[in-house]
């Protein structure tokens, strides 16, 4: 069975930083694009930042500059590196891969269980 486990979340004051990280775990071959989304109350999930397998990445506008993903495929693990946090930045932050290779076959469009950030002084 695979699990992502996200965290690293909590209160921070505005201007403030936090890393998020997010491990993998269960019989896993390989991980195909991680991610990271969130959702505030009353807004939709939206992504945040995602990085393939050979470390390319994108982010949503909001974060460009001051936010940055990474991931070490030998610990299964992505990492999202938050700073210059501000209010709009608060939000439920979700782990995703679009496909993981298991032992067992393939699992699609795998989500963590949120690990809540708040920014807010």
């Known amino acids: 069975q695979v699990q992502l486990v996200e965290s690293g979340g909590g209160l921070v004051q505005p201007g403030g930083s936090l890393r998020l990280s997010c491990a993998a775990s269960?019989?896993?071959?390989?991980?195909?694009?991680m991610g990271w989304y969130r959702q505030a109350p009353g807004k939709e999930r939206e992504l945040v930042a995602r990085i393939s397998t050979s470390g390319s990445s994108i982010y949503t506008e909001s974060v460009k500059g001051r936010f940055t993903i990474s991931r070490d495929n030998t610990k299964n693990t992505v990492y999202l590196q938050m700073n210059s946090l501000k209010p709009e930045d608060t939000a439920v932050y979700y782990c995703n891969t679009d496909k993981i290779r298991t032992a067992q076959g393939y699992v699609y469009n795998y989500w963590g269980q949120g690990t809540q950030v708040t920014v807010s002084s």
């Open positions: 269960g019989t896993i071959r390989s991980i195909n694009v």
